[in-house]
């Protein structure tokens, strides 16, 4: 849903939903679409939804979605006609057709945190520095990198199981891969460049600026793994593919 349409839609969520669980609902991502199935990850979401942790707190991640969906449930909002949960997060769908996607966070005192691509262990990184970064460099690349990432997970989620990456780690690996990116705004060339930079990067485990492991992409195992090498060679594969095909899908 574009920002213009979702922005009355998210303040009216959060005037309804204005009871005690609820934090706010913050709108990352203006020009994110709601996918249908739904592409995990941040550039596909209209908004992070912060709930505020209860009394007694140990809430696990598994709960989020969940909980956000009570707490809009309950709220009653006028024009919504349901409300479906997933393990990442909660879609909202009104009468008229149209849909928002909002992935549920957790307010910890001063923390913020989100649970990680699996569903059952808390995100690396903070949502909200997480999509501020991703604000950023799609705002530098001239809104070009948010269309780039959703045409890359549409591509790696036709390949076999055993090749395909999360949402989240397909939007980490993107921020890396374009860091610096000097090449041409448009679809073919920046698809064909995450494609095959992010062949490389997949060799080695994700880690942030002062090396320590953003743990998104533990489950593929040490540096240049067994697992990680497949990987790379579908990824690079795919990119050669895009690169010999007559033009590339926006």
């Known amino acids: 849903m574009s920002s ?8 009216a969520l959060w005037a309804g939903a204005a009871i005690a669980s609820l ?12 996918s249908d199935p739904p592409l995990a990850g941040l550039a596909d979401t209209d908004a992070v939804a912060i709930l505020h942790e209860p009394p007694g707190g140990d809430v696990p991640p598994t709960a989020l979605p ?10 009653r909002i006028a024009d919504v006609a349901e409300i479906l949960e997933d393990r990442l997060a909660v879609t909202v769908r009104y009468g008229d057709g149209g849909g928002l996607r909002l ?7 001063e923390e913020v945190r989100m649970a990680g691509p699996g569903g059952t262990d808390w995100f690396g990184i903070s949502p909200v520095f997480f999509a ?39 939007e980490t690996l993107a921020i890396a891969v374009f ?8 679809m073919d060339p920046m698809l064909e460049h995450f494609f095959a930079a992010a062949a490389a990067a997949v060799l080695k485990p994700l880690v942030n600026g002062t090396g320590q492991s953003l743990h998104i992409d533990d489950e593929l195992g040490p540096a240049n793994s067994a697992t990680r090498r497949r990987i790379a060679r579908s990824l690079a594969d795919t990119g050669r593919g895009l ?8």
């Open 132 to 170: 501020s970064v991703l604000l950023s460099e799609n705002a530098r690349l001239e809104g070009r990198l948010v269309p780039v990432i959703n045409a890359a997970k549409r591509v790696i989620a036709e390949l076999p199981a055993r090749s395909r990456l999360g949402g989240y780690h397909v």
């Open 179 to 186: 860091r610096g990116y000097t090449g041409p705004r448009a």
């Open 103 to 109: 992935v549920p966070a957790l307010r910890s005192g």
């Open 66 to 75: 969940a909980a956000l969906a009570a707490s809009l449930r309950k709220a």
């Open 23 to 34: 934090d706010r609902i913050e709108l990352l991502l203006g020009d994110a679409a709601t």
């Open 4 to 11: 213009r349409s979702a922005r009355p839609r998210l303040e």
């Open 243 to 250: 690169a010999a095909a007559p033009e590339i899908a926006p």
